[in-house]
């Protein structure tokens, strides 16, 4: 029986013990397994030559190509933690991330290198060319003894928290890692995936849903990953097409893209099987637009929206059956969940509250920062459950509907009013494909700003709020409604809620 309980490297090693294909894809080229498992080891060996061992940092600041995923197990391997930074991060966030993690070395791309290693002092730099597989700085590898630990080891860091406050570092264990892809494995077992199977995963790396289930989950189950660096909807096309990809993760905003670029049609995606949606909230509307080209282009495949967070790796919640209505689920095998109110007490289906999770594959805690740590759990009955921050409500059989961020939560004149509402209306009633809702305050009274990406004219702006009054109550209606011709993202794709507060204060002192 395979059990999480083993460093990253050996569970990827045992999922699927007959190896011998291929382990990866690149554009053209292929890497096939044998060849993974030797270059895993000479990296290890040259880390362990560099005096890396057990519990040392290792970060690896690159974008999703070859050197990166071999680093990662090459880590796992001599028992070290992967720290995941974007390889685009500012050099400030970077070096407060040096000065808290204190890495031992660095993985940097010859894209990112002047930007964050010179000047880097105290930790070895190893350069990975970004069009070319190599690693200059890494030296010859000596023997190295392969680390073998429990899973209770930390194993990877990853950034959280950057779409509001303060960003922290989630601390995940390799029993935690591993129990994410074994509970989602065996929560799709109906798909089989292997050497048949192509995933595209052009989700990065320092992101879990890229890492853990892009790259590892798929690697595990021998199915082969097309890797894709950099986002660009024509490409993406063309790789679909001309690998014949099964299987897709993404953002909404990819799909989004998707779906408004040319050849996102008929043959080249009659391949598709799978396509699962996580990292934001994903409307009904868009859920509709994909599964109707899928039908057209004669593919059985549909939308399945998902939900996670880093604290739990990532995915966390997913129907391997088609629900619909921006239904994300019920929570994977080994994982449960419950809904609670203000008061603690447990809501009634339909109840809209805070989601707690609880299972094996949560954060060991955020690093240095026992409070928040503690902060983010509470118990009870004795289990420890996570508390995510974030309103669902069930329906009678346990599928769970997210209903928006508990932060986001907007109060009008007393009552609750949720933006992820009053975006779903816009969207689904056709008045944007993209838009956003957040909470305002002029002479500290709050009201409703609403985002539209793109332009929208008087009649339609005055329309909409009579759309959303009438769907919804008129505590709801937008007292502002804002065009703009691209919405604020973070690095990952998520809305920057915090840029779009600060574009509504511009706007204010624009039109004072």
Not at 46 to 68: C, F, R, S, W, Y
Not at 183 to 197: A, I, M, V, W
Not at 286 to 300: C, H, I, P, V, Y
Not at 348 to 361: F, Y
Request: aromatic content about 8%; charged content about 25%.
């Amino acid at each position: 029986m395979i059990t999480e309980k083993n460093t990253i490297f050996d569970f990827m090693r045992a999922y699927r013990p007959d190896k011998s294909g291929v382990a990866f894809i690149r554009g053209a080229k292929k890497f096939s397994y044998p060849r993974f498992f030797k270059e895993t080891d000479r990296v290890a060996a040259g880390l362990a030559a560099l005096g890396i061992n057990k519990g040392d940092v290792v970060m690896i600041a690159l974008p999703t190509i070859e050197q990166g995923i071999v680093a990662f197990y090459a880590v796992s391997r001599i028992g070290a933690v992967a720290s995941m930074i974007h390889p685009l991060m500012e050099r400030g966030e970077f070096l407060q991330a040096v000065e808290e993690q204190k890495p031992k070395a660095v993985f940097l791309s010859d894209v990112n290198f002047a930007k964050l290693g010179k000047g880097l002092k105290g930790v070895r730099k190893i350069v990975c060319p970004f069009g070319a597989y190599g690693y200059i700085g890494l030296p010859r590898g000596r023997k190295f003894s392969a680390f073998s630990g429990d899973g209770s080891e930390p194993a990877v860091y990853m950034r959280s928290g950057g779409t509001s406050g303060v960003p922290k570092t989630v601390v995940l264990s390799a029993a935690a890692v591993n129990a994410l892809t074994k509970n989602l494995l065996e929560t799709l077992s109906e798909n089989n995936f292997g050497q048949k199977d192509r995933m595209l995963v052009v989700m990065p790396m320092f992101h879990g849903f890229g890492l853990l289930v892009g790259l590892h989950s798929s690697i595990c189950t021998d199915m082969p990953p097309v890797i894709m660096p950099v986002f660009k909807a024509e490409r993406v096309v063309k790789a679909i097409a001309r690998h014949r990809i099964t299987t897709v993760i993404a953002v909404p905003r990819m799909i989004n893209k998707l779906l408004n670029t040319k050849g996102f049609e008929g043959k080249n995606v009659s391949c598709l099987e799978n396509v699962y949606v996580g990292g934001d909230a994903v409307d009904a509307e868009l859920e509709k637009r994909f599964d109707k080209r899928m039908k057209e282009a004669g593919s059985s495949c549909v939308m399945s929206p998902g939900y996670g967070l880093t604290e739990t790796g990532s995915v966390c919640v997913l129907s391997p059956r088609k629900v619909g209505g921006a239904a994300v689920g019920k929570p994977l095998l080994n994982m449960k969940c419950r809904i609670v109110l203000d008061d603690g007490s447990e809501a009634a289906p339909g109840e809209v509250g805070e989601l707690l999770l609880a299972g094996n594959q949560m954060m060991t805690g955020y690093l240095g920062d026992d409070k928040a740590t503690q902060d983010a759990f509470t118990e009870i009955d004795g289990e420890k459950w996570l508390k995510t921050g974030d309103y669902f409500k069930a329906s009678e059989d346990g599928v769970l509907y997210f209903a928006g961020r508990k932060k986001r939560l907007i109060k009008i004149s007393g009552m609750n009013v949720f933006p992820s509402e009053i975006e779903r209306v816009t969207t689904e009633e056709g008045f944007a494909e993209v838009c956003a809702a957040i909470e305002v305050k002029v002479q500290e009274k709050p009201f409703i700003a609403l985002f539209i990406e793109g332009k929208l004219p008087d009649a339609q702006i005055k329309a909409l709020k009579e759309r959303i009054v009438d769907k919804l109550s008129r505590w709801h209606e937008p007292r502002f409604v804002i065009c703009l011709n691209e919405l604020p993202r973070t690095n990952i794709g998520k809305m920057d809620y915090v840029r779009l507060s600060n574009e509504f204060e511009s706007c204010c002192k624009e039109s004072s």
